[in-house]
């Protein structure tokens, strides 16, 4: 314990005397950032523009944010800075313009140096009239679609390793989505079709959105739906809250955990089947005399409008089956006013 208390001891002298010389030599402490930073790698930015007619968009980006916005004309408008372990390649063949970035491996100083998102933000600018396929992929980065006025596409794919997917104002005819780490945001969206999303780990949120059926898994994180209308409604969380509140579904309601609770708010559906190995369910209704309840939990308890009614009840009256699965927490049917 001396022994490292003396190596501390030492250490700091010797930082402290560190600082005092690179005082004495004009040390500036406004120019330390700077001293952290990666921008100066990259160049300008740099315009990417293609007049050709697409049916079919594909971004594919190794390390890059994309923000997409939609203007009046009729080319596809890029923006971005070059870095020299970059490769980027556009291509417009048989109606599909893809535009791709790579980048070989290299260090910086032990990675201690950042690049800011200044410099690895992305412009992808679309005419507002096209109604096309729209393909966009990136390992490390960010996504913000958010239109101004609905913009329509055909089909919408994406798939980010590590970041964040924000869309808003968008109609598609369908939408599967994939993250591996980070959050997806969708607002304001109707998908005439199917809509599919997939994250590994971060959440996902759906607000004021329409769709055919929608399926939803993620392993680690929530599932949070507000305000969301569909034919049918399949969300699976391998750990964390899966919420819903002012969701109308005109088909079927699956919802399952593994460990995490389920809330259900001011919800409507044909039929709830909803299963959670580890974690309590609350279910909450104006009109208890809808359901048909079978209900039961292997540990736990099981309460009806503030009556207990054991481990297990179930019941043969009612339009709308409500099927409750627990087997370690408890299941709240609550009656709202």
């Given at each position: ?14 930082g402290l ?7 004495g030599?004009?040390l500036?402490?406004a ?16 315009t990417y ?13 190794s390390d ?8 009046e004309?009729?080319?596809v ?14 291509t417009?063949t ?16 032990f ?10 933000n ?6 507002k009239?096209?109604v096309?396929?729209i393909d966009l992929?990136?390992?490390v980065g960010?996504l913000?679609m958010?239109?101004?006025?609905t913009f ?23 939408a ?7 959050s997806i945001?969708l607002?304001d ?6 809509l599919s999303i ?6 996902i949120?759906?607000?004021d ?7 939803l898994?993620s392993s680690?994180?929530r ?8 034919d049918?409604?399949?969300a ?18 699956t919802?399952?955990t593994?460990t995490?609770d389920?809330?259900?708010e001011?919800t409507?559906a ?7 190995s580890?974690?309590?369910v609350?279910f ?6 809808d359901y048909?309840?079978?209900l039961?939990t292997?540990?736990?308890?099981i ?12 019941t043969?009256?009612?339009?709308v ?10 299941i ?6």
């Amino acid at each position: 314990m001396k022994t490292l208390r003396m190596i501390l001891i030492v250490m700091f002298i010797i930082g402290l005397a560190m600082t005092l010389v690179g005082f004495g030599l004009g040390l500036n402490l406004a120019a330390l950032p700077n001293l952290f930073s990666r921008d100066d790698e990259y160049s300008e930015p740099l315009t990417y523009v293609d007049d050709v007619a697409v049916t079919k968009l594909v971004v594919d980006l190794s390390d890059r944010n994309i923000i997409v916005d939609f203007i009046e004309g009729d080319t596809v408008n890029f923006v971005y800075r070059e870095h020299e372990h970059d490769t980027w390649t556009f291509t417009n063949t048989e109606g599909t313009l893809t535009i791709r970035q790579t980048t070989r491996p290299f260090s910086s100083w032990f990675q201690l140096r950042r690049a800011s998102e200044a410099v690895l933000n992305t412009s992808l600018s679309i005419p507002k009239d096209w109604v096309i396929d729209i393909d966009l992929r990136s390992n490390v980065g960010k996504l913000d679609m958010q239109a101004e006025d609905t913009f329509v596409i055909n089909t919408l794919e994406i798939d980010f390793k590590t970041g964040s997917v924000m869309l808003g104002n968008l109609a598609m005819a369908s939408a599967n989505l994939v993250m591996s780490t980070g959050s997806i945001t969708l607002a304001d969206i109707t998908v005439a079709g199917d809509l599919s999303i997939l994250t590994s780990t971060g959440r996902i949120t759906l607000n004021d959105l329409e769709a055919a059926d929608i399926n939803l898994r993620s392993s680690t994180g929530r599932i949070e739906l507000e305000d969301v209308t569909a034919d049918a409604l399949d969300a699976r969380a391998d750990t964390g809250r899966i919420k819903l509140n002012k969701v109308h579904i005109d088909g079927q309601v699956t919802l399952s955990t593994s460990t995490g609770d389920i809330v259900v708010e001011d919800t409507r559906a044909s039929g709830f089947d909803i299963t959670a190995s580890t974690g309590s369910v609350d279910f909450s209704t104006t009109a208890i005399t809808d359901y048909r309840f079978d209900l039961r939990t292997s540990v736990g308890s099981i309460t009806v409008a503030g009556v207990n009614q054991g481990n297990r009840h179930a019941t043969t009256t009612g339009t709308v089956l409500l099927k409750i699965t627990v087997s370690t927490g408890s299941i709240h049917i609550i009656v709202q006013a």
